[in-house]
């Protein structure tokens, strides 16, 4: 470390010594808030719940309020005793990647409804599940065929990603009524509503040139990014309109642009005396960052919940065909590279909904407890390992389309070896060959990954409680794969939220402040047998 450079961290952290920093993460199901200190230590978090809406008569239909999703920051908040404090507090947002539709009428910004049924006027967020823009997406991606900007998204648009959900309101939209609406990234809209909680002006950006992709691309198909060009090509001028009026945000741009600006991750963009609210990412890159341990190198890190996100850094440049990215608006001095799976958690929690054993196994106790013990007993009967028991049973379990490698929404699961067996040994058989689809993608991953020379995966979010998942991972990659358990796998996006906020506050580049706040170590899984 230069002198220079010594100095400077030595003043960030003086400065820093009496600062606060909040994380705020909203996930599927819940809100999360936690509070640390210039040490990392954690002096506050507590959660609360959140709903999202499928529609009975459409299922691809699926929204959410982005006024409940606020009151459940607010709560969140008002525990944690810093929103009408003095003390120096730096706040940052992680979220789902679901679109918020909003309309002005006056001065105010009000609700859009996203539902099928109008009359429910709160749904104004197309929920990261939601499918509604098949149409769209493929008419987006037969339009850009051959434009060099699919090659950063795995060769195609998929529904998931927000840029396609606001295709299908502006296609959708009373045209009388287009130039009213606001879209926000969720993310940027929390920041937007606690920037105005703890009174701070918009900062005004001025770009860096380096940090714009060619082709200009949306960080994971979010709002942000996109040229006026492409935007105009596919039917969304819209949005370029008025140097991108139409895109919300926090922050102000100081020039035109034929671009929409991205700042990086952890950037401050609102400002008061005492308060900074800083730029905030996809829910899945605060769960990474607050979970690597400090070391990213030659690490696939799986981020792993109801979905489950795959992240890379590296210093490579160039797209790798099925994976999204290289995008370098996250860190400063590596790219970052991206994957993953819209159906993880989400098959177990389809066979908890379905199964007609659930409420048998619910009255044995916790269900995972129960599902292990079923196992060690069939394991303990047979002489053998589970897996010879789900030998003709096989799961191929895309149940909402395929993200990557494939980038086709449309694929769907199919189960072999069903039969009349509705007993608690199938429904547990059932999870066995859950895990085994799992396993199975994560190998698939690892097979178009090879120039990222990865020696280990990371485990975060609620699968990384699932030991027997884990050690089948071992087993079928063939790699160490560690767990962070000095971190609460439910908090690691609050914590990944809370360093981007320190980083914003203090200058420091987020890889030194995940350095000095997160363990050097994980706990390490390896297995040649299951």
Not at 67 to 87: F, H, Q, T, Y
Not at 134 to 143: F, I, L, Q, V
Not at 360 to 386: A, H, M, V
Request: proline share 3%; hydrophobic share 40%.
């Amino acid at each position: 470390m230069s002198t220079r450079a010594f100095f400077t961290a030595w003043w960030a952290t003086l400065a820093m010594a009496e600062a606060l920093f909040c994380g705020v993460d909203v996930g599927s199901s819940s809100v999360r808030v936690q509070l640390i200190d210039s040490v990392g230590r954690s002096l506050y978090s507590t959660s609360c719940a959140v709903a999202y809406r499928v529609c009975a008569s459409d299922p691809r239909f699926v929204t959410q309020s982005s006024e409940e999703v606020w009151k459940g920051v607010m709560r969140c908040l008002d525990g944690a005793n810093i929103v009408d404090s003095e003390a120096s507090v730096s706040i940052c947002v992680s979220a789902t990647c679901s679109l918020v539709v909003k309309e002005r009428v006056g001065g105010e910004l009000r609700p859009y409804s996203c539902a099928k049924d109008s009359a429910d006027a709160d749904q104004d967020v197309v929920f990261w599940m939601d499918t509604r823009s098949e149409a769209e997406t493929m008419e987006m991606n037969e339009t850009l065929r051959d434009d060099g900007c699919l090659k950063y998204l795995g060769g195609a648009f998929v529904q998931e990603m927000v840029l396609t959900k606001a295709k299908y309101v502006v296609d959708h939209i009373a045209k009388d009524r287009l130039d009213s609406v606001v879209f926000f990234d969720l993310h940027d809209y929390l920041s937007l509503k606690i920037s105005e909680l703890f009174h701070c002006e918009p900062l005004v950006m001025v770009p860096d040139s380096s940090q714009v992709l060619t082709p200009s691309v949306g960080l994971d198909g979010e709002l942000k990014g996109w040229s006026s060009e492409l935007l105009k090509s596919i039917g969304l001028g819209c949005l370029a309109r008025d140097n991108f009026s139409q895109i919300g945000k926090v922050f102000k741009v100081d020039q035109t642009l034929d671009y929409d600006y991205i700042p990086t991750a952890g950037t401050p963009i609102a400002r008061s005396s005492t308060k900074t609210v800083v730029q905030g990412v996809i829910d899945s890159y605060g769960s990474w960052i607050g979970s690597c341990c400090g070391n990213m190198k030659n690490t696939l890190t799986l981020v792993a919940g109801t979905s489950t996100c795959f992240m890379i850094s590296h210093s490579m440049k160039a797209p790798t065909d099925g994976i999204w990215g290289p995008f370098n608006v996250v860190l400063k001095s590596l790219s970052v590279s991206t994957s993953g799976f819209p159906t993880t958690g989400k098959l177990i929690e389809h066979l908890f909904e379905t199964h007609p054993a659930y409420d048998e196994l619910k009255k044995l106790g916790n269900p995972f407890d129960t599902l292990e013990s079923l196992i060690s007993t069939e394991e303990d009967r047979t002489g053998q390992s589970i897996h010879y028991s789900a030998k003709n049973m096989f799961l191929y379990g895309e149940l909402s389309g395929n993200r990557t490698p494939y980038g086709d929404s449309a694929m769907r699961g199919v189960f072999f070896g069903e039969s009349t067996d509705v007993s608690l040994r199938d429904m547990m058989l059932k999870y066995v060959c859950i895990l085994e689809f799992l396993a199975f993608q994560v190998k698939q991953l690892l097979s178009i990954t090879g120039e990222f020379e990865i020696s280990r995966i990371l485990i975060c979010g609620s699968q990384a409680k699932n030991k027997r998942l884990i050690e089948l991972l071992a087993f079928i990659t063939g790699l160490p794969i560690d767990v962070n358990d000095s971190i609460d796998p439910h908090l690691s996006g609050t914590r990944g939220a809370a360093y981007l906020a320190y980083s914003g506050a203090s200058g420091l580049d987020l890889l030194e402040v995940i350095r000095r706040l997160s363990p050097d170590e994980a706990k390490r899984y390896t297995t040649d047998k299951i």
